[in-house]
């Protein structure tokens, strides 16, 4: 079912440096922006994390789960990221409740766009057979690009 591979390790270290960075950002909390990073670092870690579990994964199925669960996390960085940006730079008056109302459709919308993807295939269209490296390519959708990358590019866009 899983097999530790050195990507997988890798991704043990990325996400023990992330809970190390996001503990540092707590104690620092009363700093701008550093409740923002210490959100961002926890999305990070959560999504190594998980990254772990699909690079170990010996399934085309699992790897597709794991995958999954990397988007619960995965989605809400680069909006995290805006946030970030906007209170370390003195904006974070623009963070009220309307914004996050309509920023957070794009995450939302992804995340069950990832989970329904058998029935419209908007996000993965296929995949290929797993490597000898423990390793599967992702063959994506229109969906992807409009969600994620276009998602990802507007919020970085903005800072």
Same mark, same amino acid.
């Given at each position: 079912?899983f097999?530790?591979?050195?990507?997988s390790l890798?991704f043990?270290v990325?996400s023990?440096l992330s809970?190390?960075?996001?503990?540092?950002? #707590? !104690?620092?909390r !009363?700093i701008?922006?550093?409740?923002?990073l +210490?959100?961002?670092?926890?999305?990070l870690?959560? #999504?190594s994390?998980a990254?772990? +579990?699909?690079?170990?994964a010996?399934?085309?199925?699992l790897?597709v789960?794991f995958s999954?669960?990397?988007?619960?996390?995965?989605?809400f960085?680069?909006? =995290?990221f805006? $946030?970030?940006?906007f +209170?370390?730079?003195g /904006?974070? =008056? #623009?963070l009220n409740? /309307?914004f996050? /109302?309509?920023?957070?459709? *794009?995450?939302?919308?992804?995340i069950v766009l990832?989970?329904?993807?058998?029935?419209?295939? *908007?996000?993965w269209t296929? &995949?290929?057979?797993?490597?000898?490296?423990n390793?599967?390519?992702?063959q994506h $959708?229109?969906? &992807?690009?409009? *969600?994620?990358?276009?998602h990802?590019?507007?919020?970085? /866009?903005?800072?």
């Amino acid at each position: 079912m899983f097999l530790i591979t050195y990507i997988s390790l890798f991704f043990v270290v990325s996400s023990l440096l992330s809970l190390v960075i996001a503990l540092i950002a #707590w !104690r620092k909390r !009363r700093i701008p922006g550093a409740i923002m990073l +210490f959100r961002i670092m926890i999305l990070l870690a959560l #999504w190594s994390g998980a990254n772990i +579990f699909e690079a170990s994964a010996t399934t085309v199925r699992l790897k597709v789960f794991f995958s999954q669960i990397e988007y619960l996390f995965a989605s809400f960085v680069p909006l =995290q990221f805006l $946030g970030f940006a906007f +209170f370390y730079t003195g /904006r974070s =008056q #623009w963070l009220n409740s /309307r914004f996050y /109302r309509y920023a957070y459709v *794009f995450p939302i919308t992804l995340i069950v766009l990832v989970f329904t993807n058998k029935y419209h295939l *908007f996000i993965w269209t296929g &995949f290929s057979d797993i490597s000898s490296y423990n390793l599967i390519e992702y063959q994506h $959708g229109i969906g &992807f690009y409009i *969600f994620w990358v276009g998602h990802a590019y507007v919020c970085y /866009r903005q800072v």
